[in-house]
């Protein structure tokens, strides 16, 4: 809701502080301001009523710092985390299904953090605007608020005339007739600033509580998620003796590729895990290519299958998938596949704008051929989604799953730093972490828009 404009300040004129001065003011005036008078009189002015708060504030703002600063859960939440993962140890689709739905939730509390956090802002600059006009309105509050409590002290006769004075009387209610209007639309304007403060603040408020409830929320889903990462690599690599010897031979290949391109041939061709990856990712595309002559599924029919966590194949052929990927990360788009580039070129991804550790998932099915730092990129991730399409992400701070490992839709591959990663985010102008997202066909850019799935909120805009 955007904030309410705030009335240019005005002075009363001569004839209305004149009469404020000396006591002269409609009982009617009396009952809007009468609550602040005793504040007036303790020697507190209105803008620094509004400060009251501040211990409430930074009481709940040091509730927030603790939940940030909470790295390990309750023990009864980590016995409830062992007990969970010893129920689906062994069984895959189980783990990975909880794995899928634990990220879907951070995503969601992450949005949830985005929006309490942008209306906080906002509260904050209307509460900033409101304070300022009440500074400025400080000598008028003094003058109406000093004249009531004159009035509370020396209350005046009926009409604030004498009855038997005619000529007074005329006299006054002309005076009265030249002021009073002046005088209310002030009161009223204050009045109403007075209330939106008051509106402001309470709501600021309820933000700081919802906020902090999201913050202890996601932190137990991110101990969640990290349980069951840990459990997930654990049964990878009971399978992968070798695994060790394979990462530091990707290192190597990593330190004497020259580009991307040589780095995905030289790894599904020279890492046994990669290759191993690259094979099965090529026999589901054969399959696929072999039931082509099968009644085509519809994208209900697609999109039941990529909700299937018990598969270990692709499920839905990448080219299919048009329109059915959920993006890897929340969080704003800064740089669109084909916009320049800043360096004469053009962009061969998509830049997204995360939150701070946010979680990263895998877009499509596919296999790892390879995870770790490559030269500019950071920490590069790539998946091979079979037919020739490959996907790439770099910029996170962490890969949480290994070489030759199948991956699906959905699934947490990755956790984003305190900021950006990436030698190219740097002409971006932001100081938030920042995931590069590049989609290829046969070694070559392609553009991924197509295949991102419609939010309901893009829905909605039509």
Partial sequence: MPPRPLRP???????????????VLLPLLAGPLAGQQAEQSSGKTVGQQADDPAGKVAEQQRKIEEIDSQIQGSAAEQARLQAEIAAIRGDRAKLASALIDTATRIREVEGKLDASENRLRELAREEKGIRASLDGRRDVIAQVLGAL??????????????????????????????????LKEETEILIGELTSLDRVRKEASAQRDALAELKTSIGEDRRRIAALIDQRQRNQEAGEAALTQERQRAETLAAQSRNVRELMDRMETEIA????????????????????????????????????????SPSVAFVDAKGLLPPPVGGAVLKQFGMPDGYGGAEKGTSFGTRSEAQVSAPADGWVVYAGPFRSYGQLLIINAGGGYHILL?????????????????EPVAVMGQGPQLVSSVGLGTAQPILYVEFRKDGNSIDPTPWWATSESEKARG
């Fill in 9 to 23: 300040i005005r002075r009363l004129n001569p004839l209305a502080a004149a009469l404020c001065g000396a006591g």
């Fill in 149 to 182: 409590a004159r009035l509370g002290r020396q209350p005046p006769p009926a009409l604030l005339v004498r009855p038997d004075d005619a000529l007074e009387s005329v006299r006054s209610a002309m005076l009265l007739g030249a002021v009073l209007p002046e």
């Fill in 273 to 312: 895990a990669a290759k191993r990856a690259a094979e099965a990712a090529q026999r589901a595309a054969e399959a696929a290519q072999a039931a082509e002559n099968k009644p085509a599924q519809g994208p209900r029919e697609r999109l039941a299958a990529l909700k299937d966590p018990g598969r270990l």
């Fill in 394 to 410: 770099a910029g996170m701070d962490k890969i949480t799953v290994e070489l030759g490992q199948f991956v699906l839709s959905g």
